[in-house]
């Protein structure tokens, strides 16, 4: 699914609920009308925005928010505003950052801002629009949907290197610091696969072909143990999600799942498992020898989500806006919100763990936008 057909479809979505409150409550109702300072139930803040949200992206320190204006907005675990950045080149990805610095994918190129005050750095063009960016030390990755993944230094936006490939790059390429590895894929076009980069040169490791229906990559386990998980098919119900060694490329296993995947779905990796999701909604856990620990139907498309892990639960977004939350040990549906409830469409989300509290950080699309962190029961 292309980011403009998911615009359409989040914009169509909004037009249809208009106007509404911004917290969500899983599993409850809405608290109408609820703002910083005023939340009530789960919700323990929120916050306006100038315009809907995109992309988030949030660590110990703070969360990054783009917005559709063309804001990027800072705010602090408390939720205030740090700092805005207002007028820039952005589109419809979450951004990355480290201690240092902001980066943000733009429909032309990409920005660099300070991490702490949010001034531009630099800003590089890169002739297509960039969904896919990343920081791995002194390095700031970008991918185009024309299929360019470059290297830049982070401090400067010095180009370091460029690798082009037949398809397009829509997920942020995954970075194994230790090892040096910079996974991507390319989807779509002639010939689409996974590929490992060296970090500092951009040579090619190896690289494995991929179903043309096939999710963004991820890395699990560390060391010698470590894989790059493959989640792909055929776009109906012959689907696999693969293990493979992240220095050769060798397939450790190959499990078998219900359907197949979408570009726009990042499936997530923990200590002890991995969880998928089809596009037709299944719910997929296994652990890291690929053995299917349980599965869980949701009952309803999922196109674009990225799946998130708290130390007990399992939370992502299905197509229609519904936000699930399930038990990570079992796939037992602990709660469901849906965007009638929500007040409006939820287009991303994190889990975080700030104050010693578990929680999800999300961004709605509405007529009076913003930002929330909700408990996750």
Same mark, same amino acid.
């Given at each position: 699914m292309s980011w403009d057909h998911r615009r359409r479809v989040v914009v169509a979505v909004c037009a249809v609920l208009g106007a509404a409150a911004l917290s969500i409550l899983p599993?409850? =109702?809405?608290? !109408?009308?609820?703002? !910083?300072?005023?939340?009530?139930?789960?919700?323990?803040?929120?916050?306006?925005?100038?315009?809907?949200?995109?992309?988030?992206?949030?660590?110990a320190r703070g969360a990054v928010v783009v917005?559709?204006?063309? /804001?990027?907005?800072?705010?602090?675990?408390?939720? !205030?505003? #740090?700092?805005?950045?207002?007028?820039?080149?952005?589109?419809?990805?979450?951004?990355?950052?480290?201690? $240092?610095?902001?980066?943000?994918?733009?429909?032309?190129?990409?920005?660099?801002?300070?991490? &702490? %005050?949010?001034?531009?750095?630099? #800003?590089?063009?890169?002739?297509?629009?960039?969904?896919?960016? /990343?920081?791995?030390?002194?390095? &700031?990755?970008?991918?185009?949907?024309?299929?360019?993944?470059?290297?830049?230094?982070? %401090?400067?936006?010095? &180009?370091?290197?460029?690798?082009? +490939?037949?398809?397009?790059?829509?997920?942020?390429? #995954?970075?194994?610091?230790?090892?040096?590895?910079v996974v991507a894929t390319w989807h779509g076009g002639d010939a689409p696969h996974v590929e490992v980069l060296d970090l500092a040169t951009g040579d090619a490791r190896w690289s494995a072909p991929?179903? %043309? &229906?096939?999710?963004?990559?991820?890395? *699990?386990?560390?060391? $010698?143990? /470590?894989?790059?998980?493959?989640?792909?098919?055929?776009?109906? !119900?012959?689907?696999?999600?693969?293990?493979h060694d992240l220095g050769s490329g060798v397939v450790r296993w190959r499990t078998a799942v219900p359907a197949s995947f979408e570009r726009a779905i990042e499936p997530a990796a923990g200590r002890h498992g991995i969880v998928v999701v089809d596009h037709f909604g299944t719910v997929t856990a296994l652990d890291l020898a690929g053995r299917v620990r349980w599965q869980r139907p949701l009952g309803a498309p999922v196109l674009a989500t990225r799946i998130s892990l708290t130390r007990s639960r399992v939370v992502l977004i299905t197509h229609e806006g519904t936000v699930t939350v399930l038990g990570r040990v079992d796939g037992r549906r602990v709660a *469901?919100? =849906?965007?009638h409830r929500?007040? +409006?469409?939820?287009?991303?989300?994190?889990?975080?763990?700030?104050?010693?509290?578990?929680?999800?950080l999300t961004g709605l699309r509405l007529s009076n936008a913003g930002l929330a962190l909700v408990r996750v029961p």
């Open positions: 599993g409850t =109702d809405v608290a !109408h009308g609820a703002t !910083h300072g005023s939340a009530r139930g789960p919700v323990r803040w929120s916050l306006p925005l100038s315009g809907g949200a995109w992309g988030v992206a949030a660590d917005v559709d204006d063309g /804001a990027v907005v800072a705010v602090t675990p408390t939720g !205030h505003t #740090r700092w805005t950045a207002p007028a820039l080149d952005v589109t419809e990805a979450a951004p990355a950052l480290d201690g $240092a610095t902001v980066l943000v994918g733009g429909e032309a190129g990409i920005t660099a801002l300070d991490r &702490a %005050r949010g001034a531009v750095r630099w #800003r590089a063009s890169m002739g297509a629009e960039v969904p896919a960016v /990343a920081l791995a030390g002194d390095v &700031a990755l970008a991918g185009t949907d024309s299929g360019v993944l470059a290297a830049l230094d982070a %401090r400067t936006g010095e &180009a370091k290197w460029s690798v082009t +490939g037949p398809g397009e790059l829509w997920s942020a390429p #995954r970075v194994d610091v230790v090892t040096g590895a991929i179903g %043309r &229906a096939a999710a963004a990559p991820t890395i *699990a386990g560390a060391g $010698a143990a /470590a894989v790059v998980i493959v989640a792909s098919g055929d776009d109906h !119900h012959t689907a696999v999600v693969e293990a *469901a919100t =849906d965007r929500l007040g +409006g469409y939820p287009v991303d989300g994190v889990p975080v763990r700030w104050g010693g509290v578990p929680g999800w």
